[in-house]
């Protein structure tokens, strides 16, 4: 403020001097005109908010506001000294003495931003720098990053790449613009460490090629934090993200149909089965955007059920003509959030998908109109290993479930399957095959016996994040510096992300005719071990290897688990239909009539008391054609 009444009244003085030719000491009318000067300038100064601007990150914004600034203070002093006049004074002052005042205003904030924020510090720190950056992208995000960092000694901006060929060559506030190609010629030259992604509207094509042309250039690569923070120049190290698994993957993700999504949804009272659990918590979230009347959360997890209880009510706080209202931290709404009644009735029910009397006494309580059944034993090894347990809550559980849905006149039933119930080699994939029969054959009845539930199952590969997924496990083996472990070079997977899959579940239930198993297009098989690959790649680090012996992380073999596959399968037939949906199939697969597959599954419930590990594996190879598995259920199977 001090700086900028110096400013003032040096620009009077030589507004007067410049137009008189007369270079004599401050007095007489340059007082009148200063005093002026000062009263004007700085209560605009103060209202459009310059001192309140960090100018070490000066932007847009801040440019912007001097203009507004200039304009006003013009027009007023302009009309003042020209227009109206003031004796004495020469009429060309209204003019002169803005021009030189925002001049000068001007440079001293440059100033301060490359000299005393900038260039200065960048040279003396040159060296000092732990991390030498690109950033991809010239266009605005990428500027208010760059201006963002330019006082952080942890990292040093040295160039932007940009696929406009009118900026490369160029430079943008005194940074070089490299064109898109050679990108790794340029990182060895540049010995840069990290490529920071500022390219909020590309889409995820884009973004792809991007990554995959920086896969082996040893560079850690990050995306830019939230714009907000970037444009308050708060930007830290630790603000940018690594890339997120849809990234790496380069996976398309189609929007959502808003008709299917909503269709069972809205005004309605849903039930969650498994609603602690990856996909079931993500049912939930998704579930509540779309304004259900009640929704009803079951798991037998007391820890698992409790996280997601809390998580939607601190989400769902307000309701306004039908959309959701979710809460910022710290807002009063979430503060006060226990001390009102939520637009959404969120009902948790500790509760066993196996215990049918109590599940009749939720289901008649709260008369459903629609249940996803999540709730499932899913970790392969873990169930090979507990092979009972894992049948009676696969396969019973969906049983009672399924039972209790008819019984109540549910309208919607869909059953969460998964890939590994096609032609399985695990108790647990051949346990969902079970599920799956179960429903199908409930449906027929349905149909048949003139029933008004709606019975449908939704089959999926491995979704990203969840528990168990190699996504995260990778990621804490990068970070503690290896091994990352891997059951076999040749390993493929499909791959969605949880909320995806999550949206795709709800719109299958929405297509529903009765009995339809719908089939997810999971797009490509990934091979696991180039996943691995590539998350050490853009770690910034190197795989170690015979090639590279002094490389970073070292990949491990260790042999397929019991029951493991090298890849999965989507389908047991070969004739997918398409739906409403292009992510969406719809499989006509055999199954077992109610007559038939109810004395099966009594006696393999006989097999279970007897803890008959050699007849449990007898029972599941006769209900599940294809079933082949690879070790044999141990001797006597775990009573838990």
């Not at 310059?50 to 302009?78: D, E, K, P, Q």
């Not at 430079?171 to 390219?199: E, F, M």
């Not at 003509?321 to 503060?335: F, K, M, V, Y």
């Not at 949206?503 to 239930?509: A, D, E, F, Y």
Request: some cysteine; glycine content about 8%; hydrophobic content about 45%.
């Amino acid at each position: 403020m001090y700086c900028d009444a110096i400013i003032c009244a040096f620009s009077v003085w030589l507004a007067f001097g410049l137009r008189l030719d007369e270079w004599g000491p401050f007095q007489g009318k340059l007082w009148i005109v200063f005093i002026a000067a000062i009263g004007l300038s700085f209560p605009l100064f103060i209202f459009f908010g310059l001192y309140r601007a960090i100018f070490r990150y000066i932007g847009s914004a801040a440019l912007a506001s001097m203009a507004r600034v200039f304009i006003t203070y013009t027009f007023v002093f302009f009309f003042i000294f020209t227009l109206i006049g003031v004796d004495g004074v020469p009429r060309s002052i209204g003019v002169i003495q803005p021009i030189l005042l925002f001049v000068g205003i001007g440079a001293s904030r440059y100033f301060v931003r490359y000299w005393l924020g900038g260039v200065n510090n960048v040279q003396k720190s040159f060296h000092r720098a732990q991390s030498v950056a690109l950033i991809y992208g010239a266009g605005s995000a990428g500027r208010q990053l760059a201006a963002g960092l330019s006082s952080n000694k942890e990292m040093l901006v040295k160039g932007f790449i940009d696929d406009d060929l009118n900026l490369q060559g160029h430079t943008v506030n005194g940074i070089s613009v490299y064109p898109n190609h050679d990108l790794l010629g340029l990182v060895q030259r540049l010995d840069i460490t990290d490529v920071l992604l500022a390219l909020p509207s590309a889409n995820q094509t884009r973004k792809s090629e991007i990554i995959y042309s920086l896969s082996e250039a040893g560079v850690r690569v990050r995306t830019l934090p939230a714009l907000n923070d970037v444009a308050s120049g708060r930007v830290r190290i630790s603000d940018l993200h690594d890339l997120d698994m849809n990234d790496l993957l380069g996976r398309k993700v189609v929007p959502p149909n808003i008709d299917l999504l909503e269709k069972n949804i809205r005004n309605k009272v849903i039930l969650v089965t498994g609603a602690g659990g990856s996909i079931g918590s993500e049912l939930c979230r998704q579930i509540i955007k779309f304004s259900p009347k009640s929704l009803i959360l079951i798991d037998n997890s007391e820890h698992s059920l409790y996280l997601i209880y809390e998580e939607l009510k601190r989400g769902v706080v307000g309701l306004e003509n039908g959309d959701l209202i979710e809460a910022q931290e710290g807002s009063d709404d979430l503060t006060s959030l226990y001390d009102r009644d939520l637009p959404i009735q969120l009902i948790p029910s500790l509760a066993s998908v196996r215990d049918r009397d109590l599940l009749l006494k939720i289901f008649q309580a709260h008369r459903p109109d629609a249940v996803f059944h999540a709730a499932a034993y899913k970790h392969v090894p873990l169930v090979e290993q507990n092979p009972a347990e894992g049948i009676r809550n696969n396969v019973y559980g969906t049983f009672t479930c399924a039972q209790v849905s008819l019984e109540c006149s549910v309208p919607h039933f869909t059953l969460v399957s998964t890939d590994k119930a096609v032609r399985p080699t695990n108790v647990m994939g051949a346990s969902k095959r079970i599920a799956e029969l179960v429903l199908q054959a409930m449906a027929d009845i349905a149909v048949k016996g003139d029933h008004s539930t709606n019975f449908s199952m939704v089959r999926f590969g491995n979704v990203l994040g969840s528990s168990g997924s190699v996504a995260p496990l990778f990621s804490a083996q990068i970070q503690a510096g290896g091994p990352i472990t891997l059951t076999h070079a040749e390993v493929t997977r499909y791959f969605m992300t949880i909320p995806e899959a999550a949206q795709l579940v709800i719109q299958s239930s929405a297509m529903a005719l009765g009995g339809d198993v719908f089939v997810l297009d999971m797009g490509e098989p990934v091979r696991i071990y180039d996943l691995a690959v590539k998350m050490v790649y853009l770690s910034g680090l190197l795989v170690k290897d015979d090639d590279k012996p002094h490389g970073d992380i070292e990949i491990q073999i260790t042999g397929l688990r019991p029951g493991e596959k090298l890849y999965e399968e989507l389908l047991i037939g070969d004739n997918p239909q398409p739906t409403a949906h292009p992510k969406i199939m719809k499989a006509h697969e055999e199954f077992l009539s109610w007559g038939d597959l109810l004395p099966e599954l009594e006696k393999l419930n006989l097999a279970l008391d007897a803890n008959d590990a050699k007849l449990i594996a007898n029972m599941l190879k006769k209900l599940v054609p294809g079933y082949t598995p690879k070790d044999n259920i141990p001797n006597k199977a775990i009573v838990t």
